[in-house]
């Protein structure tokens, strides 16, 4: 089914507070969650996060606030990315923590609207050196070796079988270290595991990362969560050496298909090499997949 077709029934369940993703996933009568799934139910909740923070800030401050001291002890580096950066209640509270201030800055997310309010919330910290975009995480629109340190939030989180898909992406594009926050099931009580496994959430992030034969610095709780039930962990992965500059030079962005340059031309990123071009709307490039369009005589 071409869920896409269905957004105004979804809109009208999500208004009754129906869990979107459940009733999404039941429709193809499949456990796991779809990328399509993911996308459509944090469409619609775009907003609540923001709100959420606002509300009660504290355990999202804590949270950044852990980040940022694991990102303070690590080797010098220059530019971070965020992968599914959501509303960037996460990432901006990183940032003010951060003791490198001049840091190249980086966030995706498969949601245009949760980008939408990121935007918002980094203004109102009065932070700038930020490039938000959208983003798949099978898929990043991301030069390999690029990014000194990529790290995710409760973003894998919900790509319950597909740890070691994340993992390899994840690893092609950071340039040094892997920051992984994400539900730490090895660590869990029987009653979380249970409840990550009836929510499709992952279960094997440590197990995965271990047989692809990953440097694995620390796994450990993170000892903040906002959810007693889905305990965070960290996990931090170094990246073997890299050959060439000590940091990347030049815009990681790329194509998401083929990971060739892109360039902003005429409201659009272009790739010459793949003649595919992405559109931008409200300021925001539209980076997934899908969003490609066949364009062999845009220049």
Known sequence: M????????????????KNIIKYLKELDNKNANSVEDILISYDFQAGSYTKGFKENPTLKVEISKNIANIINNLDD????????????????????????KSINAYGYDLSWSRIKFAKSFLNELNIKNVELFTGDLFNSPIKDNSIDIVY?????????GKEKEALKELYRITNKY??????????ADNMAKARMKEHGYITNLYTSAKELGYDILEYKLLGVS?????PTGVMII??????????????PLACPLTKSDISLMNNAYFSEK?????????NIPCLLPQNAIVATKFV
């Open 238 to 251: 170094r990246k073997e050496d890299v050959e060439g500059p000590n940091s990347f030079q030049g815009s």
């Open 2 to 17: 071409d869920k896409l077709k269905i957004l105004e029934r979804i809109k009208e369940l999500y208004s009754q507070n």
């Open 226 to 230: 906002t959810n007693p039930l889905n």
């Open 178 to 187: 892997l920051i992984l926050i994400e539900p730490a099931y090895e660590l």
């Open 152 to 160: 995710t939030c409760h973003s894998v989180e919900p790509n319950g």
């Open 77 to 100: 580096c220059h530019s971070l990315l965020e992968v599914g950066v959501g509303e960037a209640t996460t990432l901006g509270n990183t940032l003010s923590f951060l003791k490198n």
């Open 274 to 282: 793949s003649l595919l071009a992405y559109p931008v709307i409200d």
